[in-house]
């Protein structure tokens, strides 16, 4: 009974919440210089403490103002960073995170030839070293390479199953069970980068837990 129950939560969590945090900022995630960097820029924003969808709607805005690569970030002007993030809603660490894109995009140029494959490479397929890797990116901390992490395993396979604290905060708040790899075999044929979303989704909105709950029972 208990994992027909956990097997149900998730299908519901998963179909009213599986969108990935790349998809809803628009970025088509491929293994490809370009929407590599879009995603690195994503989990920068998400790392500060600010709503999620600000985050979002930030990292749309970046991208509309031509910033999508290393190479125009670090060219850009400092008050052009601050005022596409501004128009994405994202004032509170406007003008700190302005700075922190810019040297973050200088050291992926300098380091990785502005291709973040070559961050793939230099870690050797073990998530623990890319995630060291990713943390001496300016304003990108624990927080921020996990969220990487659990994004890019759609297209890293290597990386994953990788369902960090946080999703499995999301697990706990549904009456889940916290071990990746049960997480996995429940959730089915689901990619495990749409469970850790759907789990962190969770995790970060009461409403969210309790409604899969609800409609599971």
Do not use: N
């Not at 998809?23 to 210089?33: H, R, S």
Request: proline share 5%.
């Amino acid at each position: 009974m208990t994992r027909d129950r956990d097997t149900r939560v998730l299908r519901e969590l998963v179909e009213a919440h599986g969108e990935t945090f790349a998809q809803e900022a628009g970025i088509t995630l491929k293994d490809a210089p370009q929407p590599l960097y879009r995603l690195l820029v994503l989990a920068v924003l998400l790392s500060a403490r600010i709503r999620g969808s600000v985050a979002v709607a930030a990292a749309r805005a970046l991208s509309d103002a031509g910033l999508r690569d290393p190479r125009r970030m670090a060219g850009s002007d400092w008050q052009e960073r601050v005022d596409a993030l501004g128009r994405g809603g994202y004032r509170r660490y406007d003008e700190r995170t302005a700075t922190q894109l810019g040297d973050g995009a200088g050291l992926v140029t300098d380091r990785w030839g502005g291709d973040l494959r070559r961050l793939r490479a230099e870690a050797h397929g073990e998530a623990s070293a890319l995630r060291g890797l990713l943390r001496e990116v300016p304003g990108l901390g624990p927080v921020g390479a996990d969220i990487f992490l659990r994004e890019v395993q759609r297209i890293w396979p290597e990386m994953g199953p990788y369902l960090d604290d946080k999703a499995l905060s999301g697990a706990r708040r549904l009456g889940l069970p916290e071990d990746p790899g049960r997480l996995v075999e429940l959730a089915g044929g689901t990619e495990p980068a749409v469970l850790a979303a759907a789990l962190v989704r969770a995790a970060l909105d009461r409403h969210v837990a309790e409604e899969c709950l609800e409609h599971a029972a």
